[in-house]
């Protein structure tokens, strides 16, 4: 499970992560409070044990994201991503930088995002539908060789054919049983999700925004191991 960090604090953020014990979930930081925190924060996490996901989408031209990518693995990130879109090239010189940096960093890649319709990729020029543009997608990073793709759980099975088992498929929109969607769209549960065969899933304000936020974790994980009885904080 990995913890999205979408926090406009700083602090909140912090308080959050003492909260939790070190390596219970994973911490994905993206745009928002890398913005406000900096790197420092996310090299701070990484040196204190926490996998980090840093989530900030690279998508430029591949000698610009492959030093973006190297930033990333030095500051000891677990895992980074790039957007799909960027291309083969930009994904073999990302591939590369993670590469060279001598780092275990992982390599995901954004296919399209799950705001999008069919009808956004024909405004924008983009050939679908969004299943046949994502499969496309995967396959380019497949080749790329990628780690993995950042995907709705619906497209987790079809993204595992591609790239096998042990290509990651890191999901958002997890959504626990009885929690509001949200803004999110297309929602499963931790154990749906998993089932539909997503390898690492995201979920962010059911737990951040929860009362108790150790107490929310302790309920989804128990939702995953089937087991009903959530393991003691
Ligand atoms: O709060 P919630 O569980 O909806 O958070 C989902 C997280 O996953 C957010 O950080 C969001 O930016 C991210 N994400 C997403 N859909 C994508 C890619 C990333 O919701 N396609």
Redesign the pocket.
Known sequence: MIV???FDDVAAAETLVASLPVGRCRL?V?KELFLRAGPEVVRRWSVAGWDVFL?L?FHDIPNTVAGACRAAADLGVWMVNVHTLGGPAMMEAARAAVDAGGHATLLTG?T????HSDADLERIGIAGPVDAAVSRLGGLAVEAGLDGV???AREAASMRALGGPGFRRVT????PAGVAA???SRVMTPAAALAAGATDL????????AVDPPAALASAEAELSGAGDAPGL
């Open positions: 999205a960090l979408d994905k993206g989530d989408k954004v399209i995002l799950t705001s950042v995907c709705a958002p929109g997890i959504r949200g803004d999110q995201v979920i962010g304000r059911p737990i951040t925004r």
